[in-house]
């Protein structure tokens, strides 16, 4: 994520600094559906996810005047937003810190063989199906997969986000996908490539 | 265009739907930022209770009710000797020992109360988050 924000962004972000709220109003505007999904994607409920980035914007606007812009907004929000979610779901920072100890799955590279279009199901059941599977995935993948494929975080940036080596990042995606490729199998979504 | 299960699973990743926050956050949002902006220029982190803070307090309870309690079951000759020692140490051969315990005291208080300062001085400097 680049850490220059655009000049209009930068501008909100002084004016907001010097006090200006309405500014603020416009940060809050581009920024709170990001924060809110980091928050949704961690915390599971709509309500608490609510009440999180709510939170977060309160905690920004009362620190702004210490943000340095060493990285970008979106960067520093997401890093308020995690810390509270952290500290409403205290265990996910065990699961976060457990994985730099994983080993990685031996899972089986799925085959490149030719997929046939028609044997399939539709592209829209099978993205359906794997987004309930995200859903399902336990706190720290789901967390992952949001930093990484939805915000579209390098693993640098989320290693230094969660606080965590760059290889347990690239670890927990590998486990996420793993994981995610059993139950779509289990689903027989996978079924025509794997039997 | 031939696809791979390996392509499904990306391509699931990559269209996973960026949830839709509720209509009223970004009123909500303002509100609370509203509400906060008096204290934004000396924001001191809200209130809150720990176990620490009931530990200590169970602690000062149980110090206080034993010294209550215990007080008036001491016999009579420990008062005695208190009061001796008291006497005793207002004697001018004390002095010296009188002015150290004084100044090493001034010294202790003078030093824990530029530790607080400077404590304060931090959390009113600190970024909260760091960046």
């Known amino acids: 994520m680049d850490t220059n924000p655009s000049p209009s962004e930068a501008k909100l972000i002084q004016q907001a600094r010097q006090g200006s709220a309405d500014a603020f109003a416009a940060l809050v505007d581009q920024h709170q559906m990001f924060v809110y999904n980091l928050a949704l994607r961690t915390l599971g409920s709509p309500d608490d996810a609510a009440d999180a980035a709510q939170e977060a914007f309160v905690r920004a606007w009362l620190a702004l005047p210490n943000f340095r812009e060493q990285s970008s907004l979106r960067t520093w929000l997401y890093r308020i937003t995690l810390n509270l979610c952290l500290n409403r779901v205290p265990r996910l920072r065990r699961q976060i810190n457990e994985l730099t100890s994983d080993e990685a799955l031996d899972l089986p590279e799925p085959q490149s063989a030719a997929f046939d279009p028609a044997a399939s199901l539709e592209t829209r059941q099978r993205r359906a199906l794997i987004h309930a599977e995200i859903d399902r995935l336990p706190e720290q993948y789901r967390l992952l997969v949001t930093l990484r494929y939805q915000d579209d975080l390098a693993y640098e940036e989320i290693a230094g986000l969660l606080n965590i080596p760059v290889s347990a990042v690239k670890t927990g995606l590998f486990r996420a996908k793993g994981r995610l490729r059993q139950a779509l199998i289990g689903l027989n979504v996978y079924e025509e490539q794997f039997v | ?131």
Do not use: C, H
């Open chain 2, 1 to 131: 265009m031939k696809q791979t299960p390996s392509d499904w699973l990306e391509d699931g990743l990559e269209t996973y739907p960026i949830a839709v926050p509720p209509p009223d956050l970004s009123a909500r949002i303002l509100r609370s930022v509203r509400q906060s902006q008096g204290s934004r220029a000396f924001a001191p982190a809200r209130f809150r209770l720990t176990w620490m803070d009931y530990a200590l307090g169970l602690l000062s309870l149980v110090v206080t009710g034993l010294v209550v309690f215990l007080l008036p079951l001491l016999p009579p000759i420990f008062w005695l000797r208190l009061r001796f020692a008291w006497l005793l140490l207002q004697s001018p051969s004390m002095q010296p020992v009188l002015l150290s315990l004084a100044v090493g005291g001034a010294l202790l208080a003078g030093l824990a109360l530029a530790g607080l300062l400077a404590a304060l001085a931090q959390m009113n400097r600190r970024t909260l988050w760091p960046q």
